[in-house]
């Protein structure tokens, strides 16, 4: 615990409550009266009522249209299946802004449907509901599938043998074993629609506001330092309220699982429902996740002489974007890809210590490192990026000037994911397991090893790609600490979207591109990485 304790301390509570200070602290005395003010005005209820409701919403419609490509991709063997499973997760380390840009194409003015049909979901809630599905469904798909695709069948076809009907076995069996995945799914899901930002500020207009849109408004055009710091504290309430209820709940559902070889439970779809199944999810995956990548690609193409590669080309230029880089903004590949794999390394030793921490060990401290781990996802990215600039700035961590800076930011996030995918498999290792071991007189490092090890190594390594997925596409805070001559892809392509000219946004569009394929290749890899066959990732 000692490991993931310090980091979290320095790195997030530190930063965090030092940046709040400022703001209910302005004149050296507390101004704790501003939050009963702040929380009293109309427009912040709505904010506060909107943000739920619609982080609610996305969550359902997000299990509702997910879940079915989760047993798919866990139980059903097809062609093209690791290369699906690499794309479906290209959306979730897309930069916010980008992706409210891909859907504003679709369903804005002179978008794909605007053209079609004449029908126009810009500045509605059904925008940001579609933009939300887009951006979580691989959580959903992996965190579920992942446990999923070990469940042992033969338990759901025993419960059939003795009497039960197929969904009676389901409900009785399977979705007991599921409830920790999903319900992990489901919290990241609701945090990361919760606080949404760039999708609520590009497709919602000024008719709606999250409490993370309303504290960036509040920070950076108000100036209005005090109700920013009553908003983070009021997001930071709300979100460690839900993930300790989501903690006792997990804890009371969570039972020791027969886990096999994942290669031994997919098959290949027979049967006319199983085929129509398979074909109901692909054809959700085309419309909500390729045909929006899709329109990210052709608007990179789409040059004012037709459609070439000239705006790729214009990425090799330190002048690309009109003075906004000092480096031509293709060297942005190479950044993200080293800080993402820096930020990797440090998510899965810190969260994997963590996770081994609350397995092993009960007690109120546990159980409340077991919320804490999250709290980073639901924390205004904007309020960490300012608190480690006015923070790190002195001896004996002055990083203001280092690179390892960034890395540190990206892992706060990626360690979230890898306590909470590892988490329920390593709960679900029978102890008898681990005490057989060591009646036979195995150290607690071969116990380990030989026990717990092969029967999380995928777990590892889904950890491992949602801990570099995350890195490459993080950006609230990354923005405000990445130095001008070392951005990263997403703070390149937010600073090619801020400047004006129709230029600048197709080598945006171009960048976005490069993003998606660079992501693409990358969990390809990881598909393949095998070192035995119950390392599919």
Request: net charge positive; with cysteine; charged share 15%.
């Amino acid at each position: 615990m000692a490991v993931p304790v310090a980091f979290f301390a320095v790195f997030f509570a530190y930063p965090v409550t030092a940046i709040v200070g400022r703001g209910l602290k302005p004149d050296g005395v507390w101004g704790l009266g501003r939050i009963g003010e702040v929380l009293a005005r109309p427009e912040i209820r709505e904010v506060l009522w909107f943000t739920t409701w619609q982080a609610l919403a996305s969550t359902a419609l997000t299990l509702l249209i997910a879940l079915p490509g989760a047993y798919v991709f866990a139980r059903f063997d097809f062609p093209g299946k690791q290369l699906l499973r690499a794309v479906v997760t290209v959306p979730f380390v897309l930069p916010t802004v980008v992706v409210g840009t891909a859907f504003l194409a679709l369903v804005g003015r002179g978008g794909f449907l605007d053209e079609l049909w004449g029908v126009r979901l810009d500045t509605t809630v059904w925008a940001i509901l579609l933009a939300h599905v887009f951006f979580n469904y691989a959580v959903v798909v992996r965190t579920v599938g992942g446990l999923w695709a070990q469940l042992d069948p033969r338990q759901e076809e025993a419960a059939r043998v003795l009497g039960a009907g197929r969904f009676a076995a389901w409900r009785r069996v399977t979705l007991p074993a599921l409830a920790p995945a999903v319900a992990a799914a489901a919290l990241m899901v609701f945090l990361f629609t919760f606080t949404s930002f760039g999708v609520v500020q590009i497709l919602g207009g000024p008719g709606f506001a999250t409490l993370e849109v309303e504290i960036y408004r509040q920070t950076a055009q108000f100036l209005a330092l005090p109700t920013a710091a009553v908003l983070t504290l009021t997001q930071f309430a709300a979100v460690g309220a839900i993930l300790a209820v989501h903690a006792w709940t997990v804890r009371r559902r969570e039972t020791a699982l027969r886990l096999v070889d994942p290669a031994q439970t997919a098959r290949r779809p027979h049967g006319a429902g199983q085929w129509a199944l398979l074909g109901g999810v692909l054809l959700s995956v085309l419309l909500l996740i390729l045909l929006p990548l899709g329109v990210l690609v052709e608007r990179s193409l789409d040059t004012p002489g037709g459609h070439g590669l000239d705006y790729y080309r214009a990425l090799g230029s330190v002048d690309a974007g009109g003075g906004a880089f000092l480096v031509a903004p293709l060297e942005a590949i190479g950044n993200s890809l080293r800080y993402a794999l820096v930020a990797t390394v440090i998510a899965l030793v810190v969260g994997g210590l963590a996770a081994a921490a609350l397995t092993r060990r009960a007690g109120r401290l546990v159980r409340g490192l077991d919320a804490l781990l999250m709290l980073p996802l639901g924390v205004s990215a904007v309020t960490v990026g300012f608190g480690f600039l006015i923070t790190l700035d002195k001896p004996p961590l002055d990083l203001r000037t280092s690179w390892i800076l960034v890395p540190l930011a990206q892992a706060l996030v990626g360690v979230p994911f890898v306590v909470r995918t590892m988490l329920p498999v390593l709960r679900a290792v029978d102890g008898r397991l681990r005490e057989a071991a060591a009646v036979l007189g195995a150290s607690p490092l071969r116990v380990w090893r030989e026990v717990d090890l092969p029967l999380v190594r995928r777990a590892l390594l889904v950890a491992a790609g949602f801990a570099f997925a995350v890195s490459l596409g993080e950006f609230g805070a990354t923005v405000f600490i990445a130095r001008p001559d070392r951005p990263t892809l997403p703070v390149a392509v937010a600073r090619l979207l801020g400047r004006a000219g129709e230029l600048n946004y197709g080598q945006a569009m171009a960048l976005s591109t490069l993003l998606m394929a660079v992501c693409a290749v990358s969990l390809l890899l990881l598909e393949r990485i095998r070192t035995d066959r119950s390392g599919e990732f």
